[in-house]
């Protein structure tokens, strides 16, 4: 009876043991996907596994495997590519054929080229990394698909906006040594063979002394309809250069109720100073702005920008030189007369030399920023420059 007693109890320990072996291995295979859930996102294969799958044929994408990997996940790819991934598992995980199988399989549904981020059913996800490899690789795909004569054809144009850059810096700095010069009180000997014509801020260079009064045809009040008046007196100076500059009072009469009619009305004046002076280059100023003040007490000043682009689209249509005075008047924003609108003695040198810039602009066939003239009537004497 204690033999059978005894056969009992050794059956009962063998069952025991076998149920806490069997728990065992539970709790180590569900400690090992939290530590593959904790782990986040594993980058796979790194540079060096890219190179040798690559020797092997194997075409996979770089990709990057969230932890937590079920055979039921997702139907992947077979082959080099399942192998490859299969190889980055967690080395902590089973090793059983079920096991690698339901890894390999969740590892190839990360690497599908025809999506950027998949998930399972059971909520397992794939982000694909792009990296600078397949860039160039798109880009040199890309390139397969052009002809010859289009490669050759990008390749002039590319080169040809590099040499257009490279002279337009040049320009830049060599027109910046020729406004130093003109600092150095050359500005008014510069002056010759012009007529001003303007309102009462172009008065300024002639009432503070800076040219004579014959030159200058401007009086206070006055608007782009007085170009008609002066007609005579400019055609018996016979001026190489006439320079321009309305808009305030143009502005404020609101004779003009857009942008866009006073440009055309401008643009028809231009026409009619052409038809008389057909040999003088005319340029046309952009409307200085009135200060926060002046337009708190007329607030239509405040659309002088407007204005002024406006101007700056119909010169560039017509092909006349346009002077930006817009960086002048920040560099000098406290040479303001207390009116705000009209400038004090100070001022009217640096206005000068952005006449003088604009002319030596013209002789250059360039902008004041640098960029060639799309159409311009020169002479071809004045496209040498100085």
Known sequence: MRRKRRRGGRYRLLITMIILVAA?????RLAAGRRGSSAGTKAVPDSTE??????AGNTADPIAV??????????GRTGADETALAETADPAAPASDEVAAGESAAAGAAVSSDASTQSSAEGISYVHVPTEIEKGRDYLDS??????????????LRRAEYAREKERKAYVDKREQYRRTLEEDGVWDQFEDYVLLGDSRFVGFDVFGYLPSERVLAEAGDTILAISDRMESVKELKPRYIFLSYGINDIGIGFWQTAEEYAKAFSEKIDELRKENPDAQIFVNSIIPATDEAVDG???WGKIPEYSEALRKMCSEKGIPFIDNAGLIEEHSDMYAGDGVHLQTEFYPYWAQNQLLGIYDLKNGRTSDGHMLDEQDTDSSEKDGK
Do not use: H, K, W
Request: hydrophobic letters at 45%; zero cysteines.
């Open 66 to 75: 969230t932890a937590g990997s079920d055979a039921g996940s997702a139907s």
């Open 50 to 55: 890219q190179n040798a799958a690559a020797a």
């Open 298 to 300: 007329v607030p239509v």
């Open 143 to 156: 390139l397969d698909q052009r002809s010859p004569s289009e490669m050759e054809y990008t390749i002039d």
């Open 24 to 28: 065992a291995v539970v709790v180590f």
